[in-house]
């Protein structure tokens, strides 16, 4: 059955706090550390450093004539596709800076920070600079908040209509994370023009904002509120959302440490020792997070790694459609760097966990212990078991992997988590999600 994902957990997460009153070969070369639970995330290693990223479907079998027309008919579908159902992505009209485009959840018909940011890695993943440069336009125009009086100053609404009318204002910060790092490739692939695509100056202002920025109190369109920075600085985490009443809480599919190493690279000098840190973080939370047996994550999150039942969503503690994502992280992760070997048994575990609950029947949503919730079988989940095999090393991987050759691009009312998800896992598994670097060489 086709999973809802509906317009809920953030949405409400707003709500009560307005009744409270706030508001996806290469060397490997680890490195020894006194610091943290794990491995040195310092280290430089893996594909980002040496650009040789791995080809799971031609390891899987299939030519890379296939595996290149395979991506660009799944982006021509999402991006170009019917727009009644098959598209996510919508031009609309021109401003003073160019063309303006947003992509759609259209189950929820609604505009999110999460779709805006992950339409935007696409196109720079594929060299498509004109979608690009129309969703940056539009995410500029209708989400991000420039008031320095907004409890969200420097960051984006998260959920927006098709108009730009705000349903939330408040962020969720993946799609801050991505938003940066898209730009920064950006910047390393296309160059930067002037204004609003002068890529790499937004890039370090919104980084900068999700580290430094202070708290704000003010009105929204949900009641008054108290937001504060994205990252938790004692932490050194990403938290669930800024604002104050609920911010000392994350959310794994949120923790990006490639994306760090990235910015520890790119970023403002001052802060690159930070983000080092937190993606070091990153890896021990996982390592903490998911569940001994099955490999399985919470939705949601406390700081030192348990699950997250909040009283709207007492939901959130079990493996939901948000967790999906975290093994995409992880195992982008070690394919990138390769700085934490525990990501290793992390997909093993994962992908054992799935297999054994049979390939063709797993379901989308358990407990964290492997209790089946329902959802079915999507294509969501089918995609980031795939990416998991970025970090596997067990035969069965490939079998993950050929699940997803074998899924067709998503249609219909569900397609744009399912169509998201699905066309970077494309990408990641068909070795043309890359980090672009300014010289075309890696810091």
Request: aromatic share 12%; proline share 6%; net charge negative.
């Given at each position: 059955?086709?999973?809802?994902?509906?317009?809920?957990?953030?949405?409400?997460?707003?709500?009560?706090?307005?009744?409270?009153?706030?508001?996806?070969?290469?060397?490997?070369?680890?490195?020894?550390?006194?610091?943290?639970?794990?491995?040195?995330?310092?280290?430089?290693?893996?594909?980002?450093?040496?650009?040789?990223?791995?080809?799971?479907?031609?390891?899987?079998?299939?030519?890379?004539?296939?595996?290149?027309?395979?991506?660009?008919?799944?982006?021509?579908?999402?991006?170009?596709?019917?727009?009644?159902?098959?598209?996510?992505?919508?031009?609309?009209?021109?401003?003073?800076?160019?063309?303006?485009?947003?992509?759609?959840?259209?189950?929820?018909?609604?505009?999110?920070?999460?779709?805006?940011?992950?339409?935007?890695?696409?196109?720079?993943?594929?060299?498509?600079?004109?979608?690009?440069?129309?969703?940056?336009?539009?995410?500029?125009?209708?989400?991000?908040?420039?008031?320095?009086?907004?409890?969200?100053?420097?960051?984006?609404?998260?959920?927006?209509?098709?108009?730009?009318?705000?349903?939330?204002?408040?962020?969720?910060?993946?799609?801050?994370?991505?938003?940066?790092?898209?730009?920064?490739?950006?910047?390393?692939?296309?160059?930067?023009?002037?204004?609003?695509?002068?890529?790499?100056?937004?890039?370090?202002?919104?980084?900068?904002?999700?580290?430094?920025?202070?708290?704000?109190?003010?009105?929204?369109?949900?009641?008054?509120?108290?937001?504060?920075?994205?990252?938790?600085?004692?932490?050194?985490?990403?938290?669930?959302?800024?604002?104050?009443?609920?911010?000392?809480?994350?959310?794994?599919?949120?923790?990006?440490?490639?994306?760090?190493?990235?910015?520890?690279?790119?970023?403002?000098?001052a802060d690159r020792g930070f983000w080092r840190e937190a993606a070091r973080t990153s890896r021990d939370y996982f390592a903490r997070a998911a569940?001994?047996?099955?490999?399985?994550?919470?939705?949601?999150?406390?700081?030192?790694?348990?699950?997250?039942?909040?009283?709207?969503?007492?939901?959130?503690?079990?493996?939901?459609?948000?967790?999906?994502?975290?093994?995409?992280?992880?195992?982008?992760?070690?394919?990138w760097w390769r700085a934490d070997p525990r990501q290793v048994d992390l997909s093993n575990r994962l992908q054992a966990f799935f297999a054994d609950?049979?390939?063709?029947?797993?379901?989308?949503?358990?407990?964290?212990?492997?209790?089946?919730?329902?959802?079915?079988?999507?294509?969501?989940?089918?995609?980031?078991?795939?990416?998991?095999?970025?970090?596997?090393?067990?035969?069965?991987?490939?079998?993950?992997?050929?699940?997803?050759?074998?899924?067709?691009?998503?249609?219909?009312?569900?397609?744009?988590?399912?169509?998201?998800?699905?066309?970077?896992?494309?990408?990641?598994?068909?070795?043309?999600?890359?980090?672009?670097?300014?010289?075309?060489?890696?810091?």
């Amino acid at each position: 059955m086709p999973h809802p994902r509906a317009l809920c957990s953030r949405f409400a997460t707003l709500l009560i706090t307005a009744v409270l009153g706030g508001c996806s070969t290469a060397p490997s070369g680890l490195a020894a550390s006194g610091a943290g639970e794990g491995p040195d995330a310092t280290v430089v290693g893996g594909a980002a450093a040496t650009g040789d990223y791995p080809d799971l479907f031609a390891e899987a079998g299939y030519a890379r004539p296939q595996i290149d027309a395979k991506i660009e008919a799944a982006f021509a579908q999402l991006f170009h596709g019917d727009p009644g159902h098959e598209a996510v992505y919508y031009e609309d009209g021109t401003n003073a800076d160019g063309p303006l485009a947003y992509i759609l959840d259209v189950n929820n018909d609604d505009v999110r920070s999460e779709g805006m940011s992950y339409g935007m890695m696409i196109a720079v993943q594929l060299d498509r600079k004109r979608e690009f440069d129309a969703l940056w336009n539009w995410a500029m125009t209708h989400t991000y908040h420039a008031d320095p009086a907004h409890p969200a100053h420097g960051y984006f609404a998260w959920s927006v209509k098709a108009d730009g009318t705000a349903i939330d204002e408040m962020p969720a910060p993946d799609g801050e994370e991505y938003f940066i790092t898209a730009l920064y490739f950006a910047s390393a692939r296309w160059g930067d023009g002037e204004g609003l695509y002068d890529y790499r100056t937004h890039a370090d202002r919104i980084l900068r904002d999700v580290l430094h920025r202070g708290q704000i109190t003010g009105p929204t369109n949900r009641g008054t509120m108290t937001a504060t920075s994205l990252f938790d600085r004692d932490a050194k985490m990403v938290r669930f959302t800024p604002d104050v009443v609920n911010a000392a809480h994350t959310d794994a599919s949120y923790h990006l440490p490639a994306f760090y190493e990235v910015w520890a690279r790119v970023g403002p000098e001052a802060d690159r020792g930070f983000w080092r840190e937190a993606a070091r973080t990153s890896r021990d939370y996982f390592a903490r997070a998911a569940h001994p047996r099955t490999g399985l994550t919470s939705d949601y999150g406390n700081f030192d790694g348990t699950p997250w039942a909040a009283s709207w969503h007492p939901g959130s503690a079990d493996f939901r459609y948000d967790a999906w994502r975290s093994a995409m992280n992880w195992s982008v992760d070690w394919s990138w760097w390769r700085a934490d070997p525990r990501q290793v048994d992390l997909s093993n575990r994962l992908q054992a966990f799935f297999a054994d609950q049979g390939m063709d029947s797993y379901q989308s949503l358990y407990t964290l212990d492997g209790s089946p919730l329902g959802g079915g079988q999507t294509t969501g989940l089918v995609a980031m078991n795939a990416v998991a095999a970025l970090a596997a090393d067990h035969p069965r991987r490939l079998d993950f992997v050929r699940a997803l050759w074998e899924r067709p691009t998503p249609t219909g009312q569900h397609r744009y988590y399912d169509g998201m998800l699905y066309m970077m896992a494309l990408l990641h598994a068909g070795g043309r999600f890359r980090a672009w670097w300014p010289d075309g060489a890696a810091p």
